[in-house]
């Protein structure tokens, strides 16, 4: 998957969205009271860019990839109890 890399400037988003995006936040843009777009910062777009290219492949996604430690370890727990 290639990046269009553009420049802030060409980008206008109100400061709310600004601040939600430096707090690690996601933003949901909506046209006609549907979503969109979405942004979400640099550090969570790396997260989940390889489930992303994955999908555009039409390769599946194995469950694992979509659970972190925390989701693993209440799994672990249930399947003890």
């Known amino acids: 998957m290639e ?3 553009i420049q802030a ?3 206008r988003l109100p400061k709310a969205a600004r ?3 430096e707090q690690g936040d996601s933003v949901v843009i909506t046209r006609y009271g549907r979503p ?4 979400v910062a640099p550090e969570a777009f790396q997260a989940v860019r390889p489930i992303i290219e994955r ?3 039409g390769l599946p996604v194995c469950h694992t990839d979509l ?6 370890a209440v799994i672990v727990e249930d399947q003890q109890q």
Do not use: F, G, P, Y
């Open 67 to 72: 659970l972190n430690s925390d989701d693993i």
């Open 3 to 5: 990046d269009l890399v």
């Open 9 to 11: 400037r060409e980008v």
């Open 19 to 21: 601040e939600a995006l």
């Open 36 to 39: 969109a777009m979405a942004a």
């Open 55 to 57: 999908r555009r492949k």
